[in-house]
Nanobody
Framework: QLQLVESGGGLVQPGGSLRLSCATSGSTLEDYATGWFRQAPGKEREAVACISSSGRSTNYADSVKGRFTISRDNAKNTVYLQMNSLKPEDTAVYYC????????WGQGTQVTVSS
């Protein structure tokens, strides 16, 4: 069983930065391709970025390309999402999820971009 725990969310002004972390307990994350998803109020959950198990391959939603960077440190069993140039429309609950079977979700961390 894999337990994912997100952290690093908070309130930030437009143009600011945050770094989210997705850490595991109970098992290793290095065997799983992993993604960050987000869900804004009244909207469907959407994929933001994903990374292969090795970290050599990444993909991004068009809305965050050039602003967000996904990375991982397998020695620390952690996947990161560096978010720069944040916009109010980035406000959402951010979740990490394994992309392989079985699928595991974290509990989410709130990101609010507001002046």
């Amino acid at each position: 069983q894999l337990q994912l725990v997100e952290s690093g969310g908070g309130l930030v002004q437009p143009g600011g930065s945050l770094r989210l972390s997705c850490a595991t307990s109970g098992s290793t994350l290095e065997d799983y391709a992993t993604g960050w998803f987000r869900q804004a109020p009244g909207k469907e959950r959407e994929a933001v970025a994903c990374i292969s198990s090795s970290g050599r391959s990444t993909n991004y939603a068009d809305s965050v390309k050039g602003r967000f960077t996904i990375s991982r440190d397998n020695a620390k069993n952690t996947v990161y999402l560096q978010m720069n140039s944040l916009k109010p429309e980035d406000t959402a609950v951010y979740y990490c999820r394994t992309l392989d079977i079985p699928v595991y979700w974290g509990q989410g961390t709130q990101v609010t971009v507001s002046s």
